[in-house]
């Protein structure tokens, strides 16, 4: 039963580190192109077609 | 009574058809509004309204109080707000992912235990751990659930996240009793499982909406945000588009998109048109010809003066009407919506049933709970909404990149039933240009002389057949001068030895005999259908054979509509030769010529009267009533005019094989349609039951309800792949 209560909170805690890692991709907003990367450095350096103003501060 | 506003409002919280049909009634029932239509595919609501009674504010305010949100958009702020809820979305899907899969290694530790043997306060400690995971996510995760069904119930309505919701809380509540009572047999994994597979399935589904409907936001996204014009004082400065008015002049540097509607001023150039027409060749744009935004310059930087601002032009114009397109609704779409706004009042009959028949045949209570909870989930109208609307978006963006505007999807299902086509010929079968099919010259004469003479004496007529022998003899010489034109008979030009060229009344009329020889040459071309132009000096130099061409793939266009069980009709106004020689040239059979504007209505209104569904096919102009009259009208466009009323459909590219194109694509369509309503309806059909009796848990009926709304999205989007075969 002790092995429990040490390895359960134990994998939740790994798991909820990941989680928080991908949450805060997400917010940065590198989840919001998912078409864009594959084929951007096909374009020319000043033609970038550009990611919409996302720097809301409430996100 | 002024005139109309017009207000577009991306919508936020729709969660199936259901929704987007509420809306809109919601909206058509406004004070003040004449017309709204709501497309469910790209959460985009078009409202007419009249600006008196109503305003933009008060629509939002219509939409909100249903329990949805709505913002104004325009094109170029479109992405902003779906970015921000895609992102929450997201948040919440990885959350709920976060908490399945925790809940799903603890729940496989209590299977194993089942079978293996397991303490009762080991088994205990870890159910209870599944009801602290499943918790959250039942409630925070499955927030959007619960909103919508709050704000159905609200209103008197029984939305699809009720049984959903009432899905969910009977799963979490048998797992939380199952684990008080320390019942032996339970499942504890469906209520996390279940919220998180609905959550991916929309996730997914919303991804592949938008890649559907991207074709407009394409359109917009193709045009640059700035500009260079060049000041009174010849400086260039840097602008926004938005700056640039009627009449003001910019450069556009070679390999760039033009910023908006242009006039090419200076020099020629040449430019890539494909962002309208669909056609990658380049094509020659001469000082004072229309350029389009979007376009790419070749070559050489273009000096233009702005025809139209950016967001009255070209293509604005197009994102409109494509918008319209996929925001309206065909006949076809109509049984699936009223069926979908009765479904979830029918689900929980069927699931209040499927309680009571479980109890009366002697069940456990959990048991109950389950069948129950599966029902309600498996049974959801999704798959039955998206089938049209996610197909009639993805044909529309479709035939946008194949240069063809469709104006409704209305349209579209009577074009796939088309079986006559009405075409007509000069500008639609032919480009309307002349061109030189031959030179004859007198004896002793040479022929490029015979040309040159008479491309100098058409130096500066407007006439087609001057512009086709400038084209044919472009180094020529300069005009002569002076120019006295006989309208009907043709031109003398020059002021000692005029030219003359035209018929041969006119050379007869100077003085002049054309040989029997020469005559009789050129007699079997008149008969054929060819025009004659004759060109004299002080004596007869020869004839030239000039005629309207037909488009390059005007034969492979009508082959491949004779394929697909069409007859195609050469219908024309024109002279009964030389409609015979265009339609002997594009390989076309039935051909009648020197027809009135009333008789083609009259044979678009037999062909009706036979079953034959009719089409026209025109360039807009002369044909307009023809276009209009028949079921299906199609536009071959010129230069810039993308708004054709009469037409249905309208062709932005120069080629006559975008007809059969149009056919194939609109016939796809309607198949897809029909694929995917049968499915919809075969998934209850088969679902439902498996659910009642029990086949199907509440986490297989999660798993199900999310494959078949994807199965109908993927299969729609087949037809951004379509080609014609």
Not at chain 2, 218 to 236: F, M, N, V
Not at chain 2, 388 to 416: C, D, H, M, N
Not at chain 2, 473 to 494: D, F, K, N, Q, T
Not at chain 2, 603 to 615: C, D, K, L, M, N
Request: proline share 5%.
């Amino acid at each position: 039963m002790s092995f429990l209560a040490l390895t359960i909170p134990l994998s939740l805690l790994l798991a909820g580190v990941m989680l928080a890692l991908v949450l805060r991709a997400v917010r940065e907003g590198q989840f919001d192109d998912w078409e864009g990367p594959a084929i951007r450095h096909l374009y020319d350096d000043d033609e970038v077609p550009e990611e919409p103003a996302s720097s809301d501060p409430t996100h | 009574m002024s005139a109309a506003a017009e207000a577009g409002l991306m919508l936020e919280g729709l969660r199936c058809a259901g929704c987007a049909h509420r809306v809109e009634e919601a909206l058509r029932g406004a004070a003040g509004v004449r017309q709204a239509t709501v497309n469910y595919t790209n959460h985009r609501a078009l409202v007419e309204f009249d600006p008196d009674a109503t305003d933009r504010e008060h629509l939002v305010e219509e939409v909100r109080s249903l329990g949805f949100d709505a913002v104004p958009y325009d094109p170029r702020t479109l992405d902003r707000p779906a970015d921000r809820s895609a992102r929450a979305a997201l948040t919440r899907l990885l959350i709920a992912a976060f908490l399945a899969g925790n809940v799903m290694w603890l729940a496989f530790a209590l299977y194993v235990g089942a079978l293996e043997g397991m303490e009762s306060d080991v088994r205990a400690a870890l159910r209870w751990c599944v009801v602290a995971l499943s918790i959250p996510a039942a409630t925070w995760c499955a927030l959007p659930f619960w909103q919508g069904a709050w704000a159905g119930l609200r209103r008197g309505r029984l939305s699809i996240d009720v049984p959903i919701v009432i899905g969910i809380s009977m799963s979490l509540g048998t797992t939380i009793a199952g684990t008080w009572g320390e019942v032996d047999h339970l499942y504890v994994d469906s209520a996390a499982m279940i919220v998180f597979l609905i959550l991916l399935g929309r996730t997914l589904e919303r991804r592949a909406r938008a890649r559907a409907s991207s074709a407009v936001d394409r359109l917009s996204a193709l045009t640059p945000r700035e500009a260079t014009r060049r000041s009174a004082s010849g400086a260039l400065e840097t602008v926004p588009v938005e700056a640039l008015v009627r009449g003001d002049v910019v450069h556009v540097g070679a390999g760039e998109r033009v910023p908006c509607d242009l006039r090419v001023e200076g020099h020629a150039v040449e430019v890539d048109e494909s962002i309208v027409t669909g056609e990658s060749t380049p094509v020659l744009r001469d000082v004072g010809d229309a350029i389009p935004a979007g376009a790419i310059v070749a070559g050489i930087e273009l000096h233009g003066c702005v025809a139209a601002p950016a967001d009255q032009g070209t293509v604005a114009r197009m994102s409109e009407l494509l918008e319209r397109a996929q925001a309206s609704r065909p006949p076809i779409q109509r049984l699936a919506d009223r069926v979908a706004t009765v479904f979830a009042p029918t689900v929980l009959l069927v699931a209040l049933a499927t309680g009571l028949w479980s109890a009366f045949t002697g069940l456990s209570g959990l048991e109950i709970a389950m069948r129950t909870a599966a029902v309600l989930i498996v049974a959801c109208p999704c798959a039955l909404g998206l089938a049209t609307p996610a197909a009639i978006t993805a044909a529309v963006g479709r035939a946008a990149q194949l240069g063809i505007l469709v104006k409704s999807g209305a349209a579209l299902e009577r074009l796939a039933g088309v079986r006559a086509l009405l075409l007509d010929k000069t500008g639609t079968l032919t480009e309307g240009r002349f061109r030189v099919a031959r030179v004859h010259p007198a004896a002793g004469v040479d022929s490029g002389e015979v040309l040159a003479w008479a491309a100098r004496a058409e130096g500066a007529s407007s006439h087609p057949l001057g512009a086709a022998l400038r084209e044919a003899s472009p180094a020529s010489g300069p005009p002569l001068e002076p120019v006295r034109a006989r309208p009907g008979l043709g031109v003398i030009a020059g002021e000692e030895e005029p030219v003359i060229v035209g018929q041969a009344r006119l050379l007869e009329e100077a003085g002049l005999e054309i040989s029997p020889e020469l005559e009789r040459q050129a007699l079997p071309w008149r008969e054929r259908g060819y025009t004659i132009v004759w060109v004299a000096r002080t004596r007869v130099l020869g004839w030239i054979a000039l005629w309207d061409e037909p488009r390059a793939d005007a034969r492979p266009a009508v082959e491949a509509l004779e394929r697909t069980g069409v007859d195609v009709h050469l219908i024309t106004g024109d002279h009964a030769a030389a409609a015979r020689l265009a339609a002997e040239e594009a390989g076309i059979v039935r051909v009648e010529a020197e027809v009135s504007p009333e008789a083609k209505l009259a044979w678009i209104g037999s062909q009706r009267e036979a079953g034959r569904v009719p089409a026209a096919v025109g360039d807009g102009l002369n044909d307009a009533a023809a276009l209009g009259a028949a079921d299906v009208g199609i536009a071959m466009a010129r230069g810039s005019d993308v708004t054709l009323q009469a037409a249905d459909l309208v062709v932005r590219s120069p080629r006559l094989t975008a007809v059969p194109e149009a056919l194939g694509l609109a016939r796809a369509t309607l198949r897809r349609i029909r694929e995917n309503l049968g499915f919809a309806v075969a998934y209850n059909a088969v679902a439902v039951p498996l659910a009642i009796t029990g086949v199907l848990g509440p986490l297989e009926a999660a798993i199900a309800m999310s494959a078949s709304s994807l199965v109908v999205t993927a299969n729609a989007l087949r037809l951004l792949r379509w080609r014609l075969a």
